[in-house]
């Protein structure tokens, strides 16, 4: 049975409930967090708050000694440090912020290697969907592609929740996961927000559910370039619940794009002692590169998944796994279009689709045929 979108924002549901534990920053050797009546708590005594009277910046940072963590604070530009022992420190407060970025109003800090650290956002799963939302879809597309890409969104989200349930993150805010970037207090009566968080609520607890009754993993991307592809062209092992091949998308005035490397730099990137020769491989059937054969010095051969030539290259340069490549002497070129993996939902041709007036089920129906959309 496809849901209708509730006039009104219902309960949240217990599996809605879950936090998220989202990954802000990362290998930082010290962070400043400022903000109002901040907490303190370490996760090896749940219950037990380290209230510091009037702490509204705090400098942390964390050392390593006999094998265990220690988190070294300094509060409001004083020269003494508080010491907690304990592999993770959270932070609770009002308006935190490390310099311009505004934080979740709970903050976990997590060691890791040597002696740097991890800020982690910790909310709600429709506060984290808002800041996704904002991030990954200009909020001026209409309404129902905002809806159907709040519920690819949440899938996605709940899917990975579940794989990484003992790390001390779930998602990435990059690319890498879903783009997100926290919806401050103050920022919410924005006008270009009112429409994310409209499609947020609208569509609570609405998820993609696969053949075997788990959430879907939906994957999306920003530009198909005219076509989809299956997940496991772009990862092995991949739920082929996307579009193969779809032809529905119209050119994006910004799907092409061309790329320069020369063969240093390609060898640096690739961190590789040198390269000799590059060769395409593509799936039967399937216009994109499915990964990439690198020759190097004496014969020596390495096969290279298209993505993590992409992530090697910089996903903003090598936009998507739709390209030609062509040597000429030193020099490579690369030129493709679209911008992303291309497995699942399409942003841009979401975009014509709503356009169109599709709601947001037929939307998403549309790139992920073989799942089923409900509210549970």
Not at 162 to 176: G, I, N, Q, T
């Amino acid at each position: 049975m496809q849901p209708q979108a509730p006039s009104q924002v219902p309960a949240k549901l217990p599996f809605d409930k879950e936090l998220v534990r989202v990954r802000l920053l990362t290998n930082s050797k010290r962070v400043q967090v400022a903000g109002q009546a901040l907490r303190f708590q370490i996760l090896s005594q749940p219950y037990r708050n380290v209230a510091i009277p009037d702490s509204g910046s705090a400098e942390v940072r964390v050392m390593k000694k006999n094998g265990k963590h220690i988190w070294a604070l300094r509060l409001n530009n004083r020269d003494n440090e508080h010491l907690f022992k304990d592999k993770y420190l959270m932070i609770q407060g009002e308006n935190l912020r490390v310099g311009a970025q505004s934080l979740p109003s709970r903050v976990l800090l997590s060691a890791g290697p040597g002696e740097q650290v991890d800020v982690v956002g910790v909310l709600p799963l429709d506060e984290y969907l808002a800041g996704v939302l904002s991030s990954e879809m200009p909020t001026n597309w209409p309404i129902e592609t905002l809806k159907a890409q709040a519920v690819a969104a949440r899938s996605y989200a709940l899917s990975v929740m579940e794989e990484r349930a003992d790390k001390p993150y779930h998602l990435e805010s990059s690319v890498l996961d879903q783009v997100f970037r926290h919806v401050a207090d103050g920022d919410e009566s924005d006008p270009k927000l009112q429409k994310a968080l409209k499609a947020v609520r609208d569509t609570a607890g609405v998820k993609l559910f696969a053949g075997n009754h788990n959430v879907l993993k939906a994957y999306y991307h920003a530009d198909c370039g005219g076509h989809t592809t299956l997940a496991k062209n772009v990862w092995s092992g991949g739920v082929n619940s996307g579009v193969a091949v779809d032809n529905s998308c119209p050119t994006n005035p910004k799907a092409n794009w061309t790329v320069k490397i020369t063969r240093t730099e390609l060898a640096r990137k690739l961190r590789m002692d040198d390269v000799t020769k590059l060769t395409l491989d593509r799936a039967s059937n399937d216009t994109r590169v499915r990964g990439v054969k690198v020759a190097m010095n004496e014969g020596e051969q390495k096969y290279v998944n298209a993505n993590e030539f992409r992530q090697a290259l910089g996903f903003s340069e090598l936009r998507s796994t739709l390209f030609e490549m062509k040597q000429d002497g030193d020099l490579y070129t690369f030129t493709g279009r679209g911008f992303g993996h291309g497995v699942g939902l399409c942003q841009w041709g979401s975009r014509a689709l709503g356009l169109k007036g599709q709601n947001f089920v037929q939307i998403l129906k549309h790139y992920y045929p073989a799942a089923r959309v409900a509210q549970n």
